[in-house]
């Protein structure tokens, strides 16, 4: 075959450069920055910064606070991805079998694409609202004195609550349009090849599913650990003392309210090699089990 | 092997839409019947129907004893060949092949040698352990044989299972299908637009048109002695000629000139095969030949009689030219109409 190329050299490579250097400006330069204020101690006012090698890193790591994060971040993590996926998958294949009404009822299932992260926040904030908080009042019915901002557990359950409520939709556009791209014969063959119903999702429909899995499972963990950034803000304002706090909101409040630029720069660096490890374990692992058609 | 039949099977669609008007038929066991017709004709429904993909709007449907209306379509101990192959595309042919009987708790080395029995039979031996996109369209369409037949169904259902696949294999495939269907002696029930198709495969043949069964019969009856006019046009490549004629005083007239014995009077539709009319120096009819189509074989002669544009159909060693040509039509072959509804007088 004949493989189409271009005649000059130096065309490709302008053409690449501007991609190139937006990459290289804002992702790379800023990293490699990172990398190296982790290594030293910065003067909160700028006027300085002494080396101090890894002692940013021992640090944190004698830090319960951050280690506290951390753990409250892989819970969190897990949770929001792991309901995200699950409640949306439900949704779409029920949503996939309605026949009246379908499209208003997926439009209302797709709605809250459109709010923004703080914005999600403010109206999680609403609801759960420790003086007229709908949700507050619905808890106290059984007992339950919901405190948001106040109790370590109740605030990190409506951060998960929030987070997943925000991420459904995304996830439920990209299951439903992977359900209604499974042929129809393929789905009938099944129906007289097995009489069981979850039997036909897990053997056919979920299989064929199974690329879109793997693409929203990759974009949900970097959603439940980074974009989450604005709900959590949002719930925790003003007040991150004894608040439950992901690893990246923590960054941002050491750098940036704390002024430990040196410490919040090693906690950069350790996120950068944590999502290196898992997209290479994701791409690794995960994806070679998958059937592209 | 099961008798399968219907009882007055109706389906109206939740838009009002009468896809099949009440249809009653019996198909015997290991009987091949073949439903024909054009697109939108509703055969693919009544197959839907039978196989359990589509719900019955009204009447029963027996498949062996059981009346199975409401039967799942994976109880009905059916298996049904569909038009773009449906194989599961995450799976080895072998999975495929073994997907059904997996579900119905067969011990695995029985369905090991199943499948390997079913491969044998269709020549896949060598692709077993091929997902689907590596199989060419033929391979895939044999794939989707085994899944039917691995099973020992009573009811084979074929969805025009030929028509995605190129002129030449469509001949190979029509003898495959019909040779194993003769060989496991399974009744089935096959959809189709294609005549040829149906002409070749059927024991029985069912055409229908616009939802409504036209005619039950043998390749031959449906052939020779079509029930409507409908039939006559559908059936034959060539189609029928079919010619507006009078009768008048026993005779059936074309052009003021006598065809044949008729009783009655009036208006009638002739129906006369383009192989039955044939050319003969002495014969009593003059034809003008305008187009002539040479398929090799034979030839096709498109010519007007009495102001009417007929087809007949001529041995390859016939000379034929265009312009004035005498022809003769054999006396019993003719079928006659109903000018106003069409059917069979």
């Given amino acids: 075959m004949k493989r189409a190329g271009f005649s000059t050299r130096w065309l490709p490579i302008l053409l690449l450069l501007p991609q190139l250097s ?47 994060s951390a753990q409250f971040t892989v819970v969190f993590t897990l949770l929001v991805t792991i309901l995200s996926l ?76 929030v987070s997943v409520w925000k991420q459904l939709p995304v996830n439920f556009i990209f299951f439903l349009s992977g359900l209604q791209s499974i042929p129809k014969s393929v789905r009938e063959a099944a129906l007289i090849d097995n009489r069981s119903a979850s039997g036909r999702f897990w053997d056919v429909t979920f299989p064929l599913l199974a690329p879109t899995a793997f693409f929203l499972l990759i974009i949900n963990i970097t959603y439940a650990l980074f974009d989450t950034f604005g709900i959590i803000d949002t719930v925790v304002k003003g007040e991150p003392s004894n608040n439950p706090m992901t690893l990246v909101y923590r960054v941002y409040v050491d750098g940036f309210r704390g002024n430990d630029l040196g410490g919040s720069s090693a906690q ?26 | 092997m099961a008798q399968v039949t219907l009882n007055a099977l109706r389906k109206v669609y939740p838009n009002g839409f009468e896809a099949v008007k009440p249809a009653s038929f019996t198909i015997e066991k290991g009987e091949f019947v073949v439903l024909v017709g054009p ?8 197959l839907r129907m039978i196989a359990g993909l589509e719900d019955i709007t009204e009447g029963d449907l027996h498949i062996g004893d059981r009346v199975v209306n409401a039967v799942d379509p994976a109880d009905r101990d059916i298996a049904m060949v569909f038009q773009n192959y449906a194989l599961y595309p995450h799976m080895t042919v072998r999975k495929n092949i073994g997907y059904g009987l997996k579900n119905r708790k067969i011990a695995k080395d029985v369905i090991n040698q199943k499948v390997e029995d079913a491969a044998n039979l269709l020549n896949l031996n060598d692709y077993l352990d091929r997902k689907p996109s590596q199989l060419s369209g033929g391979q895939r369409q044999r794939v989707a044989m085994g899944r039917a037949i691995v099973r020992d169904p009573s009811l084979f259902l074929f969805d025009e299972p030929l028509s995605n696949l190129d002129a030449k294999l469509r001949n190979q495939m029509r003898i495959e299908i019909k040779a194993l269907q003769r060989r496991l002696g399974v009744t089935s029930v096959y959809v189709t637009h294609d005549q040829v198709e149906a002409m070749t495969m059927a024991d029985r043949i069912i055409v229908m048109n616009g939802g409504e069964i036209e005619q039950i019969g043998t390749p031959s009856e449906v052939y020779h002695s079509p029930a409507s006019t409908f039939v006559a046009s559908f059936m034959g490549a060539p189609p029928m000629n079919l010619l507006d004629a009078m009768r008048e005083n026993g005779a059936v007239m074309v052009g003021g000139q006598k065809v044949a014995e008729f009783d009655g009077s009036g208006l009638v539709t002739l ?38 544009s007929i087809m007949i159909s001529v041995a390859k060693d016939v000379a034929a030219e265009t312009g004035p040509l005498r022809v003769v039509i054999k006396p019993d072959t003719l079928s006659y109409f109903d000018p106003q509804t069409g059917r069979r007088l």
């Avoid at chain 1, 490890?277 to 592209?292: G, N, P, S, W």
């Avoid at chain 2, 009593?284 to 498109?302: K, Q």
Wanted: aromatic letters at 14%; a neutral charge; hydrophobic letters at 50%.
């Fill in chain 1, 22 to 68: 937006i990459i290289l400006i804002f992702f790379y330069w800023p990293a490699a920055h990172a990398v190296k204020s982790s290594f030293y101690l910065q003067d909160p006012f700028g006027f300085g910064e002494t080396f101090v090698g890894m002692k940013n890193y021992t640090s944190l790591l004698n830090s319960s606070a951050y280690l506290r």
């Fill in chain 1, 86 to 161: 699950s409640l949306a998958l439900l949704l779409a294949v029920k949503a996939d079998k309605v026949i009246k009404g379908a499209k208003a009822y997926r439009t209302l299932l797709m709605w809250v694409y459109a709010v923004a992260p703080p914005v999600a926040g403010v109206i999680g904030l609403v609801l759960f609202d420790q003086t007229w908080g709908p949700l507050k009042d619905f808890f106290g019915l059984f007992g339950w004195d919901f405190r948001l901002g106040v109790n370590y557990f109740d605030t990190a359950f409506a951060m998960v609550v």
């Fill in chain 1, 268 to 293: 950069s660096v350790v996120l950068m090699v944590l999502v290196l490890a898992l997209t290479v374990f994701q791409f690794r692992m995960v994806e070679r089990r998958i059937h592209y058609t």
């Fill in chain 2, 39 to 46: 697109s939108g004709c509703g055969k693919s429904t009544m």
């Fill in chain 2, 271 to 308: 129906g006369v095969r383009p192989e039955d009319i044939l050319p003969d120096t002495n014969g009593a009819f003059e034809i003008d030949v305008t187009l002539i189509e040479e398929l090799g074989a034979h030839r096709i002669l498109h010519a007007v009689w009495a102001g009417q």
